[in-house]
């Protein structure tokens, strides 16, 4: 069995300070998660979003649809 580990990035716009999510899209078709974690924090949790909700989620922030905080 092939463990593949996850290879993290951040986006281009990511240039804010340090206030940033990574995330390791290369687990999406091998393990049906994309992996994100704090990029201040690359020791600590992760949290593996299903491919389907991560999609959803970059569709409504490409969209305009989530608003802003």
Same mark, same amino acid.
């Given at each position: ?5 996850? =290879?993290? &990035? ?17 687990? #999406?078709?091998? =393990? ?21 909700? &991560?999609?959803?989620?970059? #569709?409504? $922030? %490409? #969209?305009? %649809?989530?608003?802003? $905080?």
């Amino acid at each position: 069995m092939t463990t593949e580990s996850p =290879r993290w &990035f951040t986006s281009s716009y990511s240039n804010n300070g340090g206030d940033c999510v990574e995330v390791a899209a290369n687990l #999406a078709a091998s =393990r049906g998660v994309v992996p994100v974690r704090d990029s201040k924090n690359a020791d600590g949790p992760v949290v593996n979003v299903p491919v389907g909700a &991560f999609t959803a989620f970059v #569709a409504g $922030v %490409q #969209a305009g %649809q989530l608003g802003t $905080v």
